[in-house]
């Protein structure tokens, strides 16, 4: 799979501690949802 860019932005955005809310907006088809499970999938990895 690709490696996007956006994907280490969100874990450290995840990692703040003061954060504000997160909102993505790119055009359709873009990989925003797929980014974001990547992300999620990349912190639990980590984890374990």
Request: net charge positive; charged share 30%.
């Amino acid at each position: 799979m690709l490696k996007r860019k956006i994907i280490n932005q969100l874990i450290v955005w995840k990692n703040t501690k003061n954060k504000k809310c997160l909102l993505i907006q790119r055009a359709r088809q873009t990989g925003k949802t797929y980014a974001e499970n990547e992300s999620q999938l990349s912190q639990v990895a980590e984890k374990t």
